[in-house]
């Protein structure tokens, strides 16, 4: 069935939310077209356009609530002492990245990739539905929609692996034209192109993102990670990727962490009172993180008010004489409220701020590697919900002072949904650049003299060869083409081999020899079927492997050089850092 739907669903570790537009010629102007998105949500009294990202469930794993209701619910229950068996996620989207210190439920637990992955299914399956009724009160069905979802551009093939898998258990198409992932920082890229964002020159004119020539930096600050790109609009006014993706986790919850840690733990005297917190309070903990979320945003770097926040009940009662006396002599007097001073709460921010700084001055210095010095200021675009907070503001514009220009767009934290939306409808990136050297591990012939004895061996028909060869397919920062094709041939070593198999390597440097130097580590595996061909002779079986580093995920096709048919070739991905 022909799509005449574009839908995004922005899956963020604090927020998620769902964007729509029609496919039809008074569209095809970006400036002209209307995205719709939904800003009431269940138990959200203000009109916002995200619901959290938060499940409640029961003993037996099953949903009982999301979003906002979640939350309510589980405070409700906790009031009542009904907590048991029941768990509360929130920012479970970043436990997708093993090792990433993310956890999903309240109480601190860390979670697997593949456990992540059964929260993030749960929560797409009720925000699918709630998209997919919205639209077909419009008159439309599900089969006319072709999805996008939003990935971190710091995230490997594996995590977008593991976010696609969750999408289509949730009902999303498991067609790769009808779901696509896009890049949270490319999207707020589109975005800021369409909202008719413009700069200053050093000369002075002003000038579009459209116009041919212009630079960008885009920062997309969310909850859990910060993302960093920069783009090169070219002369057909489409996308160039001009430096590597940094990023790291500097998201705003990882601001809340910070006030967990420097004030709340001081105030309560101790870690151990904490744990009690978390596990006899979990809602009261929820209700003061709640607060504190409300304050922040009104923390700049001049700020001179203290921030007082209520004390529930319910922690109050879990303080000893001790530990209450202790709370009253660092806030003079006063245990109903926890105080939080102007310093404490920059002290806070300070946290992370520095770190974001840092990537956008490496991405920054990586501009100005691809402009060769020329003379000139750069812009930095400001987007997600974090952006919003005005002591980031003017952190970053103090900090890149004389060197970049910074712009906020309005409404940044609907930025990477609407330019989702964009980017789906009509894709505008010519080229992206590449992270690291991709390759695959070959058997090669053997070098005397040059290749390792260790790794030479012969095969039953006395060819000897070199195992554990790499070989190269892109090198780190190479840009490449969205749609083009590396091609390499391969061959089955042995008479009887039904399968070709490879291990993917990615590596930091830009030629290595082997697979095992240091630096490569293998993120995944492809499979390459020649049941079909098993009659033809040996030398006949060798297969075209074509491989694609300009998608958002790497993509892998296999073609039979003798018959010119394809066959089918599978590639899964590992959870090595990439």
């Given at each position: 069935?022909?799509?005449?739907?574009?839908?995004a669903?922005?899956?963020?570790?604090?927020?998620?939310?769902?964007?729509?537009t029609?496919?039809?010629?008074?569209?095809?102007?970006?400036?002209?077209?209307?995205?719709?998105?939904?800003?009431?949500?269940?138990?959200?009294p203000?009109?916002?356009?995200?619901?959290?990202?938060?499940?409640?469930?029961?003993?037996?794993?099953d949903?009982?609530?999301?979003?906002?209701?979640?939350r309510r619910?589980?405070?409700m229950?906790?009031?009542r002492?009904?907590?048991?068996?029941?768990?509360?996620?929130?920012?479970?989207?970043?436990?997708?990245?093993?090792?990433?210190?993310?956890?999903?439920?309240?109480?601190?637990?860390?979670?697997?990739?593949?456990?992540?992955?059964?929260?993030?299914?749960?929560?797409?399956?009720?925000?699918?539905?709630?998209a997919?009724?919205?639209?077909?009160?419009?008159?439309?069905s599900?089969?006319?929609?072709?999805?996008?979802?939003?990935?971190p551009?710091?995230?490997?093939?594996?995590?977008?692996?593991?976010?696609?898998?969750?999408?289509?258990?949730?009902?999303?198409?498991?067609?790769?034209?009808?779901?696509?992932?896009?890049?949270?920082?490319?999207?707020?890229?589109?975005?800021?192109?369409?909202?008719?964002?413009?700069?200053?020159?050093?000369?002075?004119?002003?000038?579009?993102?459209?116009?041919?020539?212009?630079?960008?930096?885009?920062?997309?600050?969310?909850?859990?990670?910060?993302?960093?790109?920069?783009?090169?609009?070219?002369?057909?006014?489409?996308?160039?990727?001009?430096?590597?993706?940094?990023?790291?986790?500097?998201?705003?919850?990882?601001?809340?962490?910070?006030?967990?840690?420097?004030?709340?733990?001081?105030?309560?005297?101790?870690?151990?009172?904490?744990?009690?917190?978390?596990?006899?309070?979990?809602?009261?903990?929820?209700?003061?993180?709640?607060?504190?979320?409300?304050a922040?945003?009104?923390?700049?770097?001049t700020?001179?008010?203290?921030?007082f926040?209520?004390?529930?009940?319910?922690?109050?009662?879990?303080?000893?004489?001790?530990?209450?006396?202790?709370?009253?002599?660092?806030?003079?007097?006063?245990?109903?409220?926890?105080?939080?001073?102007?310093?404490?709460?920059?002290?806070?921010?300070?946290?992370?701020?520095?770190?974001?700084?840092?990537?956008?001055?490496?991405?920054?210095?990586?501009?100005?590697?691809?402009?060769?010095?020329?003379?000139?200021?750069?812009?930095?675009?400001?987007?997600?919900?974090?952006?919003s907070?005005?002591?980031?503001?003017?952190?970053?514009?103090?900090?890149?002072?004389?060197?970049?220009?910074?712009?906020?767009?309005?409404?940044?934290?609907?930025?990477?949904?609407?330019?989702?939306?964009?980017?789906?409808?009509?894709?505008?990136?010519?080229?992206?650049?590449?992270?690291?050297?991709?390759?695959c591990d070959?058997?090669?012939?053997?070098?005397?003299?040059?290749?390792?004895?260790?790794?030479k061996?012969?095969?039953?028909?006395?060819?000897?060869?070199?195992?554990?060869?790499?070989?190269?397919?892109?090198?780190?920062?190479?840009?490449v083409?969205?749609?083009?094709e590396?091609?390499?041939?391969?061959?089955?070593?042995?008479?009887?081999?039904?399968?070709?198999?490879?291990?993917?390597?990615a590596?930091?440097?830009?030629?290595?020899?082997?697979?095992?130097?240091?630096?490569?580590?293998?993120?995944?595996?492809?499979?390459?079927?020649?049941?079909?061909?098993?009659?033809?002779?040996?030398?006949?079986?060798?297969?075209?492997?074509?491989?694609?580093?300009?998608?958002?995920?790497?993509r892998?096709?296999?073609?039979?050089?003798?018959?010119?048919?394809?066959?089918?070739?599978?590639?899964?991905?590992?959870?090595?850092?990439?």
């Open positions: 069935m022909k799509q005449r739907i574009i839908a669903i922005d899956f963020g570790t604090h927020g998620t939310g769902y964007a729509w029609t496919i039809e010629d008074r569209h095809k102007d970006a400036k002209k077209r209307a995205v719709h998105f939904r800003t009431r949500w269940q138990d959200l203000t009109p916002y356009p995200k619901n959290l990202t938060a499940l409640l469930l029961d003993a037996k794993g949903l009982v609530a999301w979003g906002h209701e979640a619910k589980w405070a229950r906790s009031a002492g009904e907590t048991d068996g029941y768990q509360y996620f929130a920012n479970f989207k970043m436990s997708l990245a093993a090792g990433s210190g993310g956890s999903g439920d309240l109480s601190g637990g860390l979670l697997s990739p593949e456990r992540s992955k059964g929260l993030v299914t749960h929560y797409l399956r009720n925000i699918y539905a709630l997919v009724a919205e639209i077909e009160q419009s008159g439309h599900a089969a006319e929609i072709r999805w996008c979802l939003t990935v551009a710091i995230w490997g093939n594996y995590q977008k692996q593991l976010m696609r898998e969750a999408a289509v258990s949730a009902g999303l198409p498991g067609d790769e034209h009808r779901l696509q992932l896009v890049i949270e920082p490319e999207a707020a890229a589109y975005h800021a192109r369409v909202s008719g964002v413009r700069t200053v020159r050093a000369s002075g004119r002003r000038a579009s993102l459209m116009t041919k020539g212009s630079r960008f930096l885009v920062a997309d600050c969310g909850g859990g990670t910060v993302d960093i790109t920069a783009y090169r609009t070219d002369e057909r006014n489409r996308l160039e990727e001009i430096g590597r993706d940094f990023g790291g986790k500097f998201g705003s919850e990882y601001v809340n962490q910070a006030f967990l840690e420097k004030i709340l733990v001081k105030r309560l005297g101790s870690f151990e009172v904490m744990d009690r917190v978390h596990a006899e309070a979990p809602a009261a903990l929820l209700e003061v993180l709640g607060s504190w979320e409300k922040k945003v009104n923390v700049d770097t700020s001179q008010d203290d921030i926040l209520q004390l529930p009940a319910a922690i109050d009662r879990l303080l000893g004489k001790e530990e209450r006396f202790a709370l009253g002599e660092q806030q003079d007097g006063i245990t109903d409220h926890i105080i939080v001073s102007a310093a404490e709460a920059r002290d806070v921010f300070e946290s992370v701020v520095p770190g974001i700084l840092d990537i956008i001055d490496k991405q920054l210095a990586e501009m100005k590697v691809q402009r060769r010095n020329a003379p000139g200021r750069e812009l930095v675009i400001l987007v997600g919900g974090f952006a907070s005005p002591y980031l503001q003017e952190r970053l514009q103090e900090h890149l002072a004389g060197r970049a220009d910074v712009l906020v767009p309005p409404d940044p934290q609907v930025a990477v949904l609407l330019g989702a939306v964009h980017y789906t409808y009509d894709p505008q990136t010519k080229s992206r650049r590449t992270k690291f050297t991709y390759g070959v058997a090669s012939n053997f070098r005397p003299g040059v290749d390792p004895e260790e790794k061996y012969a095969l039953p028909d006395g060819r000897v060869k070199c195992k554990d060869r790499f070989k190269v397919f892109v090198s780190a920062g190479q840009s083409p969205v749609d083009e590396v091609v390499r041939s391969f061959s089955p070593l042995y008479e009887d081999q039904k399968t070709l198999t490879f291990d993917l390597y590596s930091g440097g830009k030629s290595p020899g082997y697979v095992t130097d240091p630096g490569c580590a293998k993120i995944g595996v492809v499979k390459v079927d020649l049941s079909d061909v098993m009659h033809l002779p040996l030398s006949s079986r060798s297969v075209s492997l074509s491989m694609m580093f300009g998608e958002v995920q790497i892998v096709t296999a073609v039979v050089q003798e018959t010119g048919e394809a066959t089918v070739a599978q590639v899964r991905f590992t959870e090595a850092a990439e």
